[in-house]
């Protein structure tokens, strides 16, 4: 599931900067960091598309969970042992973590239906929904110019969704429902980021998704079909544990206005992958449709930006 916005928010918490990184920015260093997390969504995203055409859904969201689970524990677990899961806003953590299995379920379940690169443009609307429920759930005012960005990003969306397009109008409703889920994963991130470290979020971001799909694990499970689509469950939450880490990285090491833009490249890569695997390349209209969505979501950041340094 695509989304990187201002903050650093890949399937997972918003990560500042660290005071060093800050201070001396390696902006070459951070481009690279984030190019290379990014280009491995894609190749997730056609994994979980591939594999659920022969697989349950939930079996596909574990591995995708627990895979990414066990990466963030060889990572932070040294450095922070017990520290790690202890969180004094339990009950939001654990809500964020249902919120992105839910996510994460319902894209898992659309993908399978939809082009790659349709999926990927869906997705990017996330930064806007998120702007549009700052209003009540944050108290966070918005102005006239970010509110017209967000109408003009949804009218791209709908240039995206647009009826004869070749797919089912209901599965891409669940691309939105995924995106939507994913927003209230980042407001819900804002809040509680003031009480926990950013470690604790991204454990918390895959406990619960990890947890609840290995129960439903035995009486879903099917044998997977050969080296190849074990290699594949295998890499899923490798590719999206080390995404994220290289993300994170990316924005500790250069400035965020700078390597923010960076994570729609990976609509290009989506691209690619769904002509290259999928023989399905987007149109005119898709096209026109993701670029309207990005240019929305790139103004929202760039307000965003502004507003927190005049304030």
């Known amino acids: ?30 481009i690279l960091l984030m190019c290379a997390g990014v280009s491995l969504f894609p190749l997730m995203n056609a994994m979980m598309k591939l594999l659920s055409q022969r697989y349950p859904v939930f079996e596909i969201v574990w591995a995708r969970f627990t895979g990414h689970l066990i990466v963030m524990l060889v990572v932070f677990w ?30 898992v379940l659309a993908i399978g239906h939809v082009p790659l690169a349709t999926a990927s443009a869906i997705g990017f609307t996330s930064p806007l929904i998120v702007t549009a429920l700052s209003v009540p759930l944050l108290r966070e005012p918005v102005g006239w110019r970010r509110w017209s960005a967000v109408v ?27 995106a939507g889920a994913y927003a209230l994963y980042q407001i819900a991130t804002r ?16 406990l619960l998704g990890s947890l609840a799909t290995s129960l439903l694990l ?17 890499s899923l939450g490798c590719f ?14 250069a400035p965020a206005s700078l390597i923010a833009p960076l994570g729609y490249v ?32 790139l103004y929202i950041a760039m307000r965003e930006r502004r507003r927190r340094a005049a304030a």
Request: no cysteine; charged share 10%; glycine share 12%.
């Open 240 to 253: 999206g544990g080390l995404g994220h880490l290289l993300v994170i990285k990316a924005f500790q090491a």
């Open 191 to 206: 809040w509680v980021v003031a009480y926990d470290n950013a470690a604790t979020g991204i454990v918390f971001a895959a």
């Open 218 to 234: 035995p009486f879903i499970f099917v044998m997977p079909r050969g080296f190849l689509d074990m290699a594949m469950f295998l």
């Open 266 to 297: 990976e609509l290009i890569g989506t691209a690619t992958l769904g002509y290259l695997i999928f023989a399905n390349f987007p149109g005119a209209l898709t096209w026109t449709g993701a670029l309207i969505i990005i240019a929305s979501g």
């Open 78 to 107: 040294p450095r922070y042992g017990r520290r790690l899961v202890a969180t004094r806003r339990p009950l939001v953590q654990f809500g964020r973590s249902a919120l992105m299995l839910a996510s994460n379920s319902v894209f």
């Open 152 to 178: 003009v990003g949804f009218l791209g969306a709908l240039l995206v969704i647009r009826p004869g397009s070749g797919f089912h109008d209901p599965t891409v409703l669940l691309l939105l429902a995924s």
């Open 1 to 30: 599931m695509p989304g990187v916005g201002a903050e650093v928010t890949v399937k997972g918490p918003a990560v500042a900067p660290t005071p060093a990184a800050a201070a001396a920015p390696d902006t070459l260093r951070g």
